[in-house]
Structures are given as C-alpha cells and as structure tokens.
C-alpha cells in the first residue's frame, strides 16, 4: 500500500528509510481486559510464544508480531462501575501488508465479546 501524501516542507532529516517502513509497523490499542483476560485470548491464536522480556511473539508469513500488555488505571463509570484497561502494542516486522491484516482480523475475533 502506497500513500500519495506527501509533507508541505521537506524533514530535516531526509526522507524515512523505506526499508525501515516496509519492514516494522506498529498498531496500539486501548483495551478493557485483565492480564488473565489477554492470556486468554492469546490462547485462541496460533503459534503465540513468550519471550524472556514478557512480550508475546507470533510466527507470521514472511516475519513476526510482537505483542505487548501494558497496564493502565481502571476507568470508573458513574462511581459504581470500574473496568481494566490496558495498552496493547502490536509490532510487525518483516511481514507483508496481507499477513498483517489477517492476523489483525484474528487478533480482533480472538478477542472479541459478545453484547450489543
């Protein structure tokens, strides 16, 4: 995927790498959920390991996803009502754009509630 955007001014650092674009990316959620929630969840994926540092990699086509649980204060609905909430880094390297959009639609439905 190309993008025609271009900035108004030159950077000052020169043009971005387009090795470093094409190998690495990176999507970050905010999610509700538990560390034992997103071990869960993990479970219903493939091929996830844990690694030494405390992420969790997944062998995709072409490279790897490295998933990280970060977590951050509950959030408080009405004074009644407190929910987990965590940052969830996703970073892909060395993948094509397609095995990162089918491990997205995994990683979405592995995580997915029920509800309206």
Not at 23 to 31: H, L
Not at 40 to 56: I, K, P, Q, T, W
Not at 76 to 105: N, T, V, Y
Request: proline residues 10%; glycine residues 10%.
């Amino acid at each position: 995927m190309t993008s025609s955007w271009r900035p108004a001014t030159p950077s000052p650092f020169g043009p971005p790498s387009p090795v470093a674009k094409a190998v690495t990316d990176r999507v970050e959620k905010v999610m509700a959920l538990t560390p034992a929630e997103f071990a869960a969840g993990l479970s219903h994926l493939r091929g996830v390991a844990a690694s030494e540092s405390g992420e969790y990699v997944v062998q995709l086509p072409g490279g790897t996803a490295t998933l990280n649980f970060e977590p951050l204060p509950d959030v408080r609905l009405g004074g009644l009502l407190a929910l987990p909430r965590a940052k969830i880094s996703l970073a892909f390297s060395g993948c094509s754009p397609e095995a990162r959009a089918a491990f997205m639609r995994r990683f979405d439905l592995a995580f997915q509630r029920g509800g309206g």
